[in-house]
Each structure stands twice: as structure tokens, then as C-alpha cells.
């Protein structure tokens, strides 16, 4: 059974960091792309990084440089360091996996950027 659990979140001021961790089970990690995708009230689902099997990455614009996304398939983990917070980075962060046809989702954690 195909299972994604995030973790990491929590409540950080404006300019802070966090480590969100997305770990897989059910499945060989290493083999897939995993990305990150967040959701902020009002808003629709949107992707902000991912990782490929050779270890590609992509970033959304407004998050490179203060972003980044590693894999450790020991663990079949992939986190997503973030840094330099802003208020508008504030959203429930989901990971993804695309495995055979099927699309699979985390539970979510939820980041809130405020003083």
C-alpha cells in the first residue's frame, strides 16, 4: 500500500527556517519523481519543488534560492528545506508521487509564517 507522510510543519516568524520531511513507504522511492505542492486558503493547489530519480530538481520562481529539495533513498524521505520564510509562504504542504498511473498525496502539514 502506496503511503506518503509529511511532516515538519509548524508556526515560524518571517525570516525563520523548517525541515518539512515527506516519508514513503509501499513502494521504492528512489525510482520516482516526488514533488512538493502546497495549499493556501482561498487558493488553488500549487506545485513549488520536485525531485526527480537522477536527482533533478525544479523550483517555482518565488521559492528559489530560499528552498531546497534532497532525497535520501536509505530512508525513503525527501524533504524540503526551507529558508528566509515569508508570510505568503504560509499554506498546508502536500508531496506527491505519480506511480503507475496513480496519483498519491500525503496527509499534509501545515506551515504558518507569522510574527
Known amino acids: 500500500q502506496v503511503q506518503l507522510v509529511e511532516s515538519g510543519g509548524g508556526l515560524v516568524q518571517p525570516g525563520g527556517s523548517l525541515r518539512l520531511s515527506c516519508a514513503a513507504s509501499?513502494?521504492?522511492?528512489?525510482?520516482?519523481?516526488i514533488g512538493w505542492f502546497r495549499q493556501a486558503p482561498g487558493k488553488e493547489r500549487e506545485g513549488v519543488s520536485c525531485?526527480?530519480?537522477?536527482?533533478?530538481?525544479y523550483y517555482k520562481d518565488s521559492v528559489k534560492g530560499r528552498f531546497t529539495i534532497s532525497r535520501d533513498n536509505a530512508k525513503d524521505t525527501v524533504y524540503l528545506q526551507m529558508n528566509s520564510l515569508k508570510p505568503e509562504d504560509t499554506a498546508v504542504y502536500y508531496c506527491?508521487?505519480?506511480?503507475?498511473?496513480?496519483?498519491?498525496w500525503g496527509q499534509g502539514t501545515q506551515v504558518t509564517v507569522s510574527s
Open positions: 506527491n508521487v505519480l506511480r503507475l498511473g496513480n496519483n498519491y
Open positions: 509501499g513502494f521504492t522511492l528512489e525510482h520516482y519523481a
Open positions: 525531485i526527480d530519480g537522477s536527482g533533478s530538481t
